[in-house]
């Protein structure tokens, strides 16, 4: 099993009176980001509910997947400028809600429609307990 790489880059917390982020980048997430950036524009984030690609974090050029008031913004990424979200189906928030997820990049392609797999990788959610005080 691999370790865990800790996040270099926390999102804002984007729920109200949170003040901790719930989600981060691990540095290879953010360095894939980047260059999906650069080929697609802005981006975002939908947490998979288990459809097509298990419960990974899936990337879709911004607006193309259409969130309602059924989704929950976790927070933001401000990478380089840019903002990049990341959202959860409010039904899975509350199975995830006392976890902290870090999204992390490994090789091999994923079977959803995340814009990362011509690139040969796929992205994946690593978490642990949320420290909240």
């Known amino acids: ?13 984007a729920l109200p009176g949170e003040t901790s982020s719930r989600v981060g980048l ?7 980001l980047r260059l999906l950036r650069e080929q697609h524009g802005p ?3 939908h947490q998979s509910g288990g459809c097509c690609d298990g ?8 607006g193309d997947f259409i969130t309602s008031d059924a ?10 400028g840019g903002e ?13 809600k006392h976890t902290h997820l870090t999204v992390d990049v ?7 429609f995340s814009v990362e797999a011509p690139e ?3 992205f994946l959610i690593r978490s642990r307990l949320l420290d909240v005080p």
């Open 84 to 96: 990049i979200g990341f959202w959860m189906s409010a039904e899975q928030f509350e199975y995830w």
């Open 71 to 80: 989704d929950v913004l976790l927070g933001t990424f401000n990478l380089d």
């Open 26 to 32: 691990t540095a290879a997430a953010r360095d894939l």
């Open 120 to 122: 040969g990788k796929r």
């Open 55 to 62: 419960s990974s974090p899936m990337c879709y050029p911004e």
């Open 43 to 45: 981006l975002m984030f």
């Open 106 to 112: 490994v090789a091999g392609r994923g079977s959803g």
């Open 1 to 13: 099993m691999e370790p865990v790489r800790g996040a270099v880059l926390d999102a804002a917390p």
